[in-house]
């Protein structure tokens, strides 16, 4: 007990943690017991969907999910059911289970989870949950369903006597996965079988050796085809592992493109006695017929596969969601009348006053969490879709709005075109790939200036801007240093291939700047350029030298990542190819800003004098990108609600730099 292990607590002490323990539970319900009866998780779900046939929690360890779907298959094909949820969940990391797993050595002791690589040395435990609905075929084409891919064969055996339950055994998998081939009608070594095969992957050494083992007996060596795991992106999500590899599996087969498997520089000898390869890269799926496999071994030797392929051609209806959520919102004067208007029988009116509650989908959970932040009195900004103010942050309250703009990201996602539409505001950029540096900038430099217009028009107005590298152009030109119409004709003749720097790679790296810059001591090769958040930084330079850095700096235990960019923004490395760049600051007419402008660069406002603007506007490619200090120097300032105008992940750098401070991040 606590009070054996700490026997220097007194009575009072030790109520005091349990109660701050018990302070953190949800209320008791039914539903509490959902945890102690892994069957009233499925339970539940049908009961607020209103499901009539089989309920049930499959348990077949890392295979669950995968068995499941197995399931759904014989329902559907019986008759029995003509929909099927069938998925996994995992969101449990209590100390038994981290305790059985470090005791039987699957933890990767370096931190890193490498699916196939010749030194794997054990798994990452990730938290998710995936679902599929399923139907026949027939079914679906009635209906007009979008389908994703078709399960053509499942296959489930188990591995019988083997040395010990952590030892897997190749021939249980073996049968189960001809036994999805043999369902499908196909010979799985046909060199044309398949072009994908999403594989268990644990990076543990007896696991891969055992799947590539299956793999070189079942599929043989003739042919080509990719191998993938994606617990090298997301890590082992342990029952819903299956349902993670076959999701994956079939946005491949739906959109024709190849995912890379991570941190798989050096493969496992015996990859190469088998057909397949993994891809570093993403590529295009080209092939008569898209086709893949999906693997889900579990813990105990239970093995589950899946056949699934490309639907048969026909033009998809668009996805439309036709469903308002009920949010309850409340105001009153005091945290005690609020609490008084929360608990008041029938539907609450919104009341009036400072102290003011949202609910989103208030289920009895969610309300009785929201009397859980009242007790409490401690803002509560959005978690668990609640949000709580006990006075008001903006206005009144006295902070100030704050308008940031994204830079290039590593990911882009330009799904505007329903807000330009709505606004009738121009937009031309969605075929845009991240990598190519001068397309990229400018798409997001216009996407910047479309949200801010429509912002504008729903009345949402800014009381300063600010931009992450190249979003600190947007931030100008939205302020109106520069006319829209030179912005747009420099836009329209300038190459964007002019700025691209040859040999150059950008990393990022999880660790503060100043770790890193102390790194970098000595070297003038590579350079700090962004100092993103307390966790974050990136740094630039010739392309061995920044992977020879990232390989140091995970060996030291540090997330870093090389990025797929190659222009040498914010490096001294630029100057020579800045002749463009130059010769647009000189040439542009400058207005007085609509709005202050604040600088990543100096870590202030814009400067007033014309010739220190224009110095600015190129010194900006020149040094790093200041955005933790930037972030810190506007909440200083009285600026406490931050808005990312664009896409990317801007706004987890703002909360990042800002964790435990008062602020609101909306992106």
Not at 114 to 125: E, K
Not at 243 to 252: E, R, S, T, Y
Not at 464 to 491: I, K
Not at 573 to 588: K, V
Request: glycine share 10%.
């Amino acid at each position: 007990t606590l009070g054996e292990l700490l026997p220097d607590l007194d009575a009072a002490s030790l109520d005091a943690v349990r109660a701050a323990f018990t302070d953190q539970l949800g209320p008791e319900a039914p539903e509490s017991a959902i945890g102690l009866v892994p069957n009233l998780a499925a339970s539940r779900l049908a009961n607020r969907l209103d499901l009539r046939g089989p309920a049930y929690t499959v348990d077949a360890a890392c295979a669950s999910s995968l068995i499941a779907v197995d399931h759904a298959v014989r329902e559907l094909a019986s008759g029995r059911c003509d929909v099927v949820l069938a998925g996994g969940v995992h969101h449990c990391h209590d100390i038994t289970f981290w305790s059985v797993f470090t005791q039987l050595g699957a933890l990767s002791p370096t931190e890193r989870i490498r699916p196939f690589h010749r030194d794997a040395d054990g798994v990452l435990i990730g938290e998710g949950t995936g679902v599929v609905v399923l139907k026949r075929l027939a079914d679906a084409e009635r209906d007009g369903d979008r389908v994703y891919a078709v399960i053509t064969g499942t296959g489930v055996a188990s591995d019988g006597r083997t040395a010990s339950l952590a030892n897997p055994d190749s021939g249980g998998q073996v049968r189960a996965v001809r036994q999805a081939w043999a369902a499908a009608g196909l010979d799985p070594a046909a060199p044309d079988s398949l072009g994908l095969l999403e594989a268990h992957g644990t990076a543990t050494p007896a696991g891969d050796a055992a799947e590539l083992a299956t793999l070189q007996e079942v599929f043989g060596t003739r042919g080509e085809a990719v191998l993938g795991s994606v617990k090298s992106m997301i890590g082992h999500t342990m029952p819903a592992a299956g349902i993670a590899g076959l999701v994956k599996a079939a946005l491949a087969v739906h959109h024709g493109v190849l995912l890379p498997t991570l941190h798989c520089d050096d493969p496992h000898p015996g990859l190469a006695r088998t057909r397949f390869s993994t891809l570093d890269t993403a590529k295009d799926w080209d092939a008569a017929v898209r086709r893949a496999g999906v693997n889900a071994f579990g813990f105990g030797g239970i093995n589950a596969h899946v056949v699934l392929e490309q639907a048969p051609g026909r033009p998809q209806p668009a996805a439309v969601v036709r469903e308002p959520e009920r949010v309850l919102r409340l105001a009153a004067r005091g945290v005690d009348e609020l609490r008084d208007l929360l608990d008041a029988p029938g539907t609450p009116p919104i009341g009036e006053g400072p102290v003011r509650l949202g609910i989103v989908d208030p289920t009895e959970k969610r309300l009785a969490l929201a009397r859980k932040v009242l007790t409490r009195g401690r803002p509560w900004r959005g978690r668990n879709d609640i949000w709580f103010a006990d006075r008001p942050l903006l206005g009144p309250g006295g902070g100030k709005v704050a308008f940031v703009f994204p830079g290039l990201e590593s990911e882009l996602a330009l799904n505007c075109g329903d807000v330009s539409r709505h606004f009738g505001l121009p937009w031309q950029h969605a075929d845009v790939e991240v990598g190519d540096v001068g397309r990229q900038g400018t798409a997001v430099f216009e996407l910047g200036r479309l949200l801010h217009a429509a912002l504008g028009r729903l009345g949402v107005v800014p009381d300063a801007v600010a931009g992450h590298s190249l979003g600190e152009w947007t931030a100008m030109a939205v302020a109106g240093v520069h006319a829209q119409g030179e912005v747009d004709a420099f836009l329209a003749g300038f190459d964007p291939d002019a700025l691209v720097v040859p040999g150059l790679a950008f990393a990022a790296i999880g660790a503060p700047a100043p770790k890193v810059t102390e790194e970098l001591a000595g070297r003038t090769d590579v350079v700090l350029s962004h100092d993103n958040s307390p966790n974050q930084a990136m740094i630039c330079g010739p392309a061995a030298a920044v992977a020879a850095l990232v390989t140091r700096f995970r060996d030291a235990g540090i997330v870093a990542q090389v990025l797929p960019f190659r222009s040498g923004f914010h490096t001294p490395m630029l100057r020579p190819y800045l002749g463009p760049i130059r010769d647009a600051a000189a040439r542009f007419t400058l207005h007085p800003p609509r709005l202050p402008i604040w600088s990543a660069t100096t870590v202030a406002q814009y400067p007033a004098a014309e010739a220190d603007v224009r110095e600015l506007f190129v010194r900006h490619l020149l040094e790093p990108v200041r955005f933790r200090p930037l972030v810190r120097a506007l909440h200083a300032a009285g600026f406490r609600a931050f808005v990312q105008v664009g896409a990317g992940q801007l706004g987890s750098l703002v909360g990042d730099t800002l964790h435990g401070e008062e602020h609101l991040v909306v992106a």
